[in-house]
C-alpha cells in the first residue's frame, strides 16, 4: 500500500476551515484514497473516501489533484467537537491490500474556543 | 441500527494470564477485523474474517493470539499466556461487501487491554 505523509498536529479556531494534506507520491492506479477521524477512546470513523478530483459529504470535502499524489481533506467551519486524529489511508478497493488498512500516525487537530 | 460492539472496554489481567476479547459486528457484515494500538504505536492490522473464514492473519504477532468466528458472526480473539508487550487497545471493525461502492469498516470502541 502506498505510503502516506501528514503534518502530526494542526490547530485551530471555531468557525474556521480546516485543511489538512496528505502526500501520497506513490499512489498506485487502482488506489483510492480514505480518510478517518478518531476521537479519544473511541475507535476510528470514516469521513470521506474519493479517486479524483473533488468529493463531497455533509461532514467534509475531499480534494485530489490530477496527479493524485496528494489529497486534501476540508473540514468547513469547524466546532470543539471536532478535535480529532485524522487519518489518510491509501489503498486498493479492490484487492485485499484495502481491506487491511494501514494507518499511519494521523494529524492531531486541536479546536480551541 | 447497533454499531460495533466490543467486550469488555477494559482488561487488566497479570502476565502469563488469558484474557479473550469478544467482538459483535454490525448485522449482515460479513467482513470482521481486528487491529490493535500498542503504547506509542500507529494501529496495527491483525487479521481479517470473511464469514467464518480467516481471509488474511498475515498482522497476527504470534501464535499466543488466537483468533475465531464460529458460524460467521460475533469474533473472539483470545491471547495465552499474555505478555507485557500485548498491552494496548484491540479495535474490531466490520464491513458490508469488499466490493460495494461504499466498502467503510465500523470500528468498534475498542477494548484496553492492560498485561501488568
Known amino acids: 500500500l502506498a505510503k502516506t505523509t501528514q503534518p502530526i498536529s494542526m490547530d485551530s479556531y471555531e468557525g474556521q476551515e480546516v485543511n489538512i494534506t496528505c502526500s501520497h507520491n506513490?499512489?498506485?492506479?487502482?488506489?483510492?484514497i480514505t480518510w478517518y477521524q478518531q476521537f479519544p477512546s473511541q475507535g476510528p470513523r470514516f469521513i470521506i473516501q474519493?479517486?479524483?478530483t473533488k468529493v463531497t459529504n455533509e461532514v467534509a470535502s475531499l480534494f485530489i489533484p490530477a496527479d493524485r499524489k496528494s489529497s486534501t481533506l476540508s473540514l468547513p467551519r469547524v466546532s470543539l467537537s471536532d478535535t480529532a486524529v485524522y487519518y489518510c489511508?491509501?489503498?486498493?478497493?479492490?484487492?485485499?491490500?484495502?481491506?487491511?488498512?494501514?494507518f499511519g500516525a494521523g494529524t492531531r487537530l486541536a479546536v480551541h474556543p | 441500527e447497533a454499531g460495533v460492539t466490543q467486550f469488555p472496554s477494559h482488561s487488566v489481567i497479570e502476565k502469563g494470564q488469558t484474557v479473550t476479547l469478544r467482538c459483535d459486528p454490525i448485522?449482515?457484515?460479513?467482513?470482521l477485523y481486528w487491529y490493535r494500538r500498542v503504547m506509542g504505536k500507529e494501529i496495527k492490522f491483525l487479521l481479517h474474517?470473511?464469514?467464518?473464514?480467516?481471509?488474511?492473519e498475515s498482522g497476527m504477532p504470534n501464535n499466543r493470539f488466537l483468533a475465531e468466528r464460529t458460524g460467521g458472526t460475533y469474533s473472539t480473539l483470545k491471547v495465552q499466556p499474555a505478555e507485557l508487550e500485548d498491552s494496548g487497545v484491540y479495535f474490531c471493525?466490520?464491513?458490508?461487501?469488499?466490493?460495494?461502492?461504499?466498502?467503510?469498516?465500523?470500528f468498534g470502541p475498542g477494548t484496553r487491554l492492560t498485561v501488568t
Open positions: 471493525a466490520s464491513s458490508l461487501e469488499r466490493a460495494a461502492q461504499n466498502d467503510e469498516q465500523y
Open positions: 506513490n499512489i498506485a492506479t487502482n488506489d483510492y
Open positions: 474519493g479517486y479524483k
Open positions: 489511508l491509501v489503498g486498493d478497493r479492490f484487492s485485499g491490500g484495502y481491506n487491511k488498512l494501514i
Open positions: 448485522s449482515g457484515h460479513d467482513n
Open positions: 474474517f470473511v464469514k467464518e473464514s480467516k481471509q488474511d
